[in-house]
C-alpha cells in the first residue's frame, strides 16, 4: 500500500508539474495543418521546427490529417469555427471554400510588410491566389507537370532524347505516341512486358487539351467548353493510347504495382516533379530524366497548379500567423522545398532561374522542364463549382478510360450538356 501510495505522489507530482509548465508557456500558440505522405510531411515538420527556432515568441504545432479525409475535415473545421490559424488548401478547392468567406483577405499585410514583395513571385503562382479581386492566399507546391522518361530503354531503342526534341519544338503529341509504340512489348503469349507510356489522367489531360486548342470550360468558367472537335480530338487520342494502341496500362494493369516507373518497365509517365525523390531513392538500375509535357497541334500542353496557404479568418493572433506564412513562402523555406527536395518549382522567380536549381548534381537534371510551366504554362478552370463540375466530368469520361465507350466525340458531348445543366442550377440547390 504504502508503494502504491508513493507512485500516486509521482503521478500527481509529475502532473502538477505538467500544468505549471502549460501555464508558464507565455508563447502565442499557433495550428498549421497539411497533408501529404510521409516524406512531405516530415519536410512540413521541419519548416515548422525551424521557424519555431527563429521565433520563440511563438509556438506552431503541426497539425496532420490524412490526405483520404483532408478535404472533408478541413470543411467541416471551416464551417463549425474551429479551423487551425493556418491551413495548406488544395487549388481544386480553393475557390470553393474562398466563396464561404473562410479566408482573411492578406493584403492587409502584403501592403504594409516591407519584407514581401508580391513581383518576387511568378504570376502565375501570385494568381491563383486571388478570389473575387482579394489576396486570400500564398501559394506553395507550385507548377505544371511533366514528362518522365527512362533513358535506358530509349537509347536501347534508338530513340533520341525527348528533352532534345523539346529544345526544338520538335516533342509533339504525335512524336510522343510514336515513342510508346516502339516502346511496348508484349511476349509470345500476348501478354505485356513493357509498355510505352503511362495513362494521363487529370489533370494532365487538361494540359493535352490546350495543346490541342481545347479546354474543359469557357474563359469565365461558367459553361462547358467541351463541344468543339479540338476537345474530341484531344480526348481521341487520350483513349487511343490505352485502347487502340495498346501502349499503356488498362485500368486493372495500372493498379498493379509491376508497371510502376521504378520497376523499368514503363518507359515513361505523366506526373509531377515531386514523385522524383522517391525515384532518386528507388531507381538504382536505369537512368532517368525529365521533359515537358509533349506540344500537340495548337500549341502548348503547359498547365500550372498548386496549393494556397490560407489564414483562418477568425483566427485570434492573425499578426503571427502572417509571420507563419511569410515564412513557408521564404526564400529560406523555398530553397529548403523545391532546390534541396524538389518538391515542385519555386515561387520565387529568383531561384527557379538559379543555378542551383537548373543545374542539380542528381537526377532529374532537366530543370528547365519544371520552369518552363511557370514560366508559360497555363492555369486549369478551377473556380467555385470545381468539385461539381470534375465529379460530372469525371462519370462520363469513366466510360472513355475504362473502354466501355470509344468514341470521345459521344462522350463529350454528354459530359457538355451535364456540366451546362450543372452550371444553369442554383448552387444552392
Known sequence: MNKAL????????????????????RRIQLRY?????????????????????????????LFKVPQSAYGNKSIVMFASRTSPDVV?????????????????????????????DAKEFFPLA????????????????????VMIYNK???????????????????????????????????????????????????PFYVGIMYGYGANLLSEDLTRSAMDTPEAAEAMQWVADLRW?????????????????????????????????????????????????????????????????????RETKHPAAAWRLLKFIVSEEAERFLYIE??????????????????????PPFNMPSVTASVESGKVLPIGPRWPEVITVVGSEFDSLFAGRERDAKVVLQRAHKAVNKLLSEDPGL
Not at 51 to 61: A, G, M, T, Y
Not at 127 to 137: D, I, V
Not at 169 to 198: C, H, M
Request: hydrophobic share 35%.
Open 6 to 25: 508513493a507512485f500516486a505522489g509521482i503521478i500527481i507530482a509529475a502532473l502538477a508539474a505538467s500544468n505549471c509548465t502549460a501555464k508558464t508557456d
Open 33 to 61: 495543418m497539411a497533408w501529404g505522405n510521409v516524406e512531405q510531411l516530415a519536410l512540413e515538420q521541419e519548416l515548422v521546427d525551424r521557424f519555431n527556432r527563429r521565433n520563440p515568441d511563438l509556438n506552431v504545432r
Open 88 to 116: 495548406r488548401v488544395d487549388h481544386f478547392n480553393f475557390p470553393q471554400l474562398a466563396e464561404r468567406n473562410y479566408f482573411r483577405d492578406l493584403s492587409e499585410f502584403t501592403e504594409t510588410d516591407p519584407e514581401f
Open 126 to 145: 501570385m494568381q491563383e491566389n486571388y478570389s473575387n479581386g482579394k489576396l486570400l492566399a500564398l501559394n506553395v507546391l507550385f507548377g505544371g507537370g
Open 152 to 202: 535506358t530503354l530509349l537509347k536501347k531503342a534508338g530513340l533520341p532524347d525527348p528533352f532534345e526534341l523539346w529544345k526544338r519544338g520538335e516533342w509533339t503529341t504525335d512524336r510522343t505516341l510514336e515513342y510508346a509504340i516502339k516502346l511496348t512489348k508484349f511476349d509470345a503469349n500476348g501478354r505485356p512486358s513493357q509498355f510505352g507510356v503511362g495513362f494521363p489522367n487529370m
Open 244 to 312: 487502340k494502341h495498346r501502349v499503356c496500362p488498362s485500368p486493372s494493369q495500372g493498379a498493379n504495382a509491376a508497371f510502376g516507373f521504378e520497376t523499368g518497365r514503363l518507359a515513361m509517365e505523366f506526373n509531377y516533379i515531386g514523385v522524383t525523390s522517391r525515384y532518386r531513392e528507388k531507381i538504382k538500375d536505369f537512368e532517368w530524366d525529365i521533359c515537358p509535357m509533349p506540344d500537340g497541334p495548337k500549341g502548348k500542353s503547359l498547365f500550372v497548379k498548386g496549393n494556397q496557404l490560407v489564414m483562418y
Open 341 to 362: 527536395q524538389r518538391r515542385q518549382s519555386p515561387t520565387r522567380i529568383k531561384l527557379a532561374q538559379s543555378s542551383d536549381f537548373l543545374q542539380p548534381k542528381a
